[in-house]
């Protein structure tokens, strides 16, 4: 392919990305409160942006695209499917955000990102918050194997611009080859997985990115784009960040209490 007609690709993809950054889980279902207690609600000015997943006492992973100009803006609300019953003892600052180095935007990858709480997690008691383990070594998922996604953005496709539902939703999901969403995007990051949205009557949208992607009870990916059509499914795949790509800097930052120079 020429180097033109590479560039006019990737322009139109940009723009099929662009204002399609999240995932409102379209013909999920209510998660139960016994189970994904490791989910976080990212908040801006007290107002949820993103969704969230606690991987130590102290870090949260979530999208790197929805980082805030403003730190301390920026909190975390855990122990809680719904959002309604947030209270102040569920509300973390944000003290560090730890933004992957080589993140540019959602069309060339890298869309991950730490943050730091400012007081450790209190794991365990009558609404237990729990930690989701990550992989150990980088995973090649089986096509068609199920896995899911949560989220707190709205329910129905037409309601994709008019903000967020308070319960916590959750939906299976088919791993998609990735040379077939390869072909369908035209062209895709190489540090990311394929999953839901395609061939299906439900999957991802714009609102609520962030969130992980479980399979086998590891969070294999973070919610990262998918296309701006309103979330009327059949349509391209869901596009999720690959964490088992980003294994030592995770490491490094979670080792070492702070963001990598």
Known sequence: MHALQK???????TCLIQNALGSEIINGK???????????????????????????????????????????SLSVVLGTHDLKKANKKMR????????????????????????KLSKKVSLGGKKPIKLIPLPIQQLNLKEKKICSV???????????????????????????????????????????????????????????SGGPLICNKLAVGIVSFNNDNGCNYPDVPNVYTDISQFL??????LKKKKCKG
């Open 30 to 72: 209510k998660a139960d409160e016994k189970f994904m207690q490791y989910m976080a609600s990212v908040q801006n000015n007290k107002i949820h942006t993103c969704g969230g997943f606690l991987v130590s006492e102290d870090f949260v992973m979530t999208a790197a695209h929805c980082a805030v100009k403003k730190l301390k």
């Open 248 to 253: 030592p800097w995770i490491t490094d930052i």
């Open 150 to 208: 949560a989220g707190w953005g709205p329910t129905e496709p037409r309601k994709h611009r008019s903000g967020y539902v308070n319960e916590l939703q959750v939906l299976d999901v088919p791993i998609i080859n990735k040379d077939e969403c390869q072909k369908v995007w035209g062209q895709i990051p190489k540090n990311v997985i394929c999953a839901g949205g395609y061939k299906a009557k439900s999957g991802i949208c714009q609102g609520d």
């Open 92 to 115: 973390y600052g944000v003290k560090m955000m730890c933004r992957h180095p080589a993140f540019k935007e959602v069309a060339n990858g890298n869309d991950i990102m730490l943050l």
């Open 7 to 13: 560039c006019l690709l990737f322009t139109a993809v």
